[in-house]
């Protein structure tokens, strides 16, 4: 099924899968063992375009669309769900600054992201909430030309190598607002990035910003707004997410069908089994869905229709087969699978991350089953 993929897009596919080959999956062993954050890659990555993607061409952008966007997440991901990550995260900052920022703020922010000259952090998740933005508490104070901020944010990824972040704050009318910080302004400091299970590479950091000055001009959109601003950003967010679970799962499944033709018990190929068959069906069945709902939630995006509720979807159900699918990944390749210098190894651990970050599963759910309400009239 080729999805209805426009040549371009079958190019852009195809050009992804050479390069996910050629310098993703050399390195991605190396990335998760180290932990540490992949400069190398991500300069790769950024010169090829792929931070570029989904812009048009006036802020540097690729103008490939958010299929296009879906599309290389997924196959950079089959090989290293951090080269696909770096950048859905990236792309939270650069979406929050296309749709809410202004013309300048595009031109100068978006467009040094979009080349890959730069890149992103997203700064909403503080010590005590991921979830409630009620519960921020990190503050901004207009002083003169400026906000004042204060406060700590926390699993921040791409900390190491972020030159601007958005980072969400209550401003002096109690309402959140999002602003666009200079990392390197006094008083932004970065703690060492959290060792953790798998996507390692991402490095997310505990961050703490002690009257960080960013000037008035630098406030995203309006005032008060930041929580609409974090949800459209995040939704975005979650289609990547779904690409990247996609891409765990596929690979997961292509290294299980090579597996269990190579090998042998009772002297035949596992892949005769029908307990074999079972998994290998399974895994094929998710991995195909979590593509329909990836692909129809880019197509939507396209449409320049919001994807609050289809991302909120897609993640829910894309996240859940990669898990599903990794784990019936390792059951097809016994303790091989469970041995460190084995990729699959390395998925298991990658596909967890998908149900966590960017809105839990549960806030999924929530978020869905308000849709669903909302729209029959009833109280979300
Ligand atoms: C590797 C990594 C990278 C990350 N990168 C970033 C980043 O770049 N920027 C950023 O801002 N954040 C980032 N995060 C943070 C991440 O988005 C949050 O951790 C996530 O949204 C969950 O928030 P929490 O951990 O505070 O969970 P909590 O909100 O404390 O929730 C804990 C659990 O409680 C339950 N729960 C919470 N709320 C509800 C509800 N309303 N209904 C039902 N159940 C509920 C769920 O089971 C949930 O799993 C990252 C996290 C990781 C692990």
Same mark, same amino acid.
């Given at each position: 099924? +080729?999805?209805?993929?426009?040549e371009?897009?079958?190019?852009i596919?195809?050009m #992804?899968? +050479?390069f996910?080959? =050629?310098?993703v999956r050399?390195? #991605?062993?190396?990335?998760d *063992?180290? &932990?540490? $954050?992949?400069?190398?890659?991500?300069?790769?990555?950024?010169?090829?375009?792929?931070?570029g993607?989904p812009?048009p061409k006036e802020?540097a952008?690729v103008g490939?669309?958010?299929?296009?966007?879906?599309?290389?997440?997924e196959?950079?991901?089959?090989?290293?769900?951090?080269a /696909?990550?770096?950048i859905?995260?990236n792309?939270?900052a650069?979406?929050?600054?296309f749709?809410?920022?202004s013309?300048?703020q595009?031109q =100068?922010?978006?467009?040094?992201?979009?080349?890959?000259?730069?890149?992103s952090?997203?700064a $909403?998740?503080?010590?005590a909430?991921?979830?409630?933005?009620?519960? %921020?508490?990190?503050?901004?104070?207009a002083?003169?030309?400026?906000?004042?901020?204060?406060?700590?944010?926390?699993?921040?990824?791409?900390?190491p190598?972020?030159k601007?972040?958005?980072?969400f704050?209550r401003?002096e009318t109690?309402?959140v607002? !999002?602003?666009?910080v200079?990392?390197?302004?006094?008083?932004?400091?970065?703690?060492?990035? &959290?060792e953790?299970l798998?996507? =390692?590479g991402?490095?997310?950091c505990? %961050?703490?910003?002690d009257?960080v000055?960013?000037?008035?001009?630098?406030?995203?959109?309006?005032k /008060?707004r930041g929580?609409? %601003?974090?949800l459209?950003?995040?939704s975005?967010?979650?289609l @990547?997410?779904?690409a990247e679970?996609l891409g765990?799962?596929q690979?997961?499944l292509e290294?299980?069908l090579?597996?269990a033709?190579? =090998?042998k @018990?009772?002297g035949?190929? %596992?892949a005769d089994?029908l307990?074999?068959k079972?998994?290998l @069906?399974?895994?094929?069945?998710?991995?195909e869905?979590?593509?329909?709902?990836?692909?129809?939630?880019a197509?939507?995006r396209?449409?320049? @229709?919001?994807?609050?509720?289809?991302?909120a979807v897609a993640?829910? $159900?894309?996240?859940?087969? !990669?898990v599903?699918?990794?784990?019936?990944?390792m059951?097809?390749?016994g303790a091989?699978?469970?041995?460190?210098d084995?990729?699959?190894?390395r998925?298991?651990r990658?596909?967890k991350?998908?149900?966590?970050?960017?809105?839990?599963?549960?806030i999924?759910?929530?978020?869905i089953?308000?849709?669903?309400?909302?729209? *029959?009239?009833?109280e979300?």
């Amino acid at each position: 099924m +080729d999805f209805n993929l426009s040549e371009q897009e079958r190019m852009i596919q195809n050009m #992804a899968r +050479d390069f996910a080959e =050629r310098s993703v999956r050399p390195v #991605a062993m190396e990335i998760d *063992r180290r &932990c540490e $954050f992949p400069f190398e890659l991500a300069k790769e990555i950024g010169e090829v375009g792929y931070f570029g993607l989904p812009y048009p061409k006036e802020y540097a952008g690729v103008g490939a669309g958010y299929t296009g966007y879906a599309l290389v997440i997924e196959q950079l991901s089959r090989a290293s769900m951090v080269a /696909g990550a770096l950048i859905g995260v990236n792309g939270l900052a650069e979406e929050a600054i296309f749709r809410y920022g202004s013309e300048e703020q595009k031109q =100068r922010f978006l467009a040094p992201l979009a080349k890959g000259e730069h890149l992103s952090s997203f700064a $909403f998740t503080e010590p005590a909430t991921g979830s409630d933005p009620r519960a %921020i508490e990190t503050r901004a104070k207009a002083e003169g030309d400026d906000y004042v901020i204060t406060g700590q944010k926390q699993f921040i990824a791409l900390s190491p190598a972020s030159k601007v972040a958005v980072v969400f704050a209550r401003d002096e009318t109690e309402r959140v607002s !999002a602003f666009i910080v200079d990392t390197s302004s006094p008083g932004y400091e970065l703690r060492k990035a &959290c060792e953790t299970l798998g996507a =390692r590479g991402l490095s997310p950091c505990v %961050i703490y910003l002690d009257d960080v000055r960013t000037p008035r001009a630098n406030l995203l959109g309006e005032k /008060g707004r930041g929580f609409e %601003i974090m949800l459209e950003a995040i939704s975005v967010g979650k289609l @990547a997410v779904s690409a990247e679970a996609l891409g765990v799962g596929q690979g997961a499944l292509e290294l299980s069908l090579k597996y269990a033709q190579e =090998r042998k @018990a009772y002297g035949r190929p %596992i892949a005769d089994l029908l307990t074999i068959k079972w998994l290998l @069906a399974e895994m094929a069945t998710r991995v195909e869905a979590s593509r329909w709902l990836t692909y129809m939630t880019a197509l939507v995006r396209d449409g320049g @229709a919001s994807i609050l509720k289809e991302s909120a979807v897609a993640k829910l $159900f894309t996240s859940q087969a !990669a898990v599903d699918v990794t784990r019936m990944a390792m059951q097809v390749h016994g303790a091989y699978g469970y041995m460190k210098d084995m990729e699959i190894e390395r998925l298991y651990r990658d596909a967890k991350l998908t149900e966590i970050y960017e809105g839990v599963s549960e806030i999924q759910r929530v978020i869905i089953a308000d849709h669903l309400l909302r729209e *029959r009239g009833l109280e979300g």
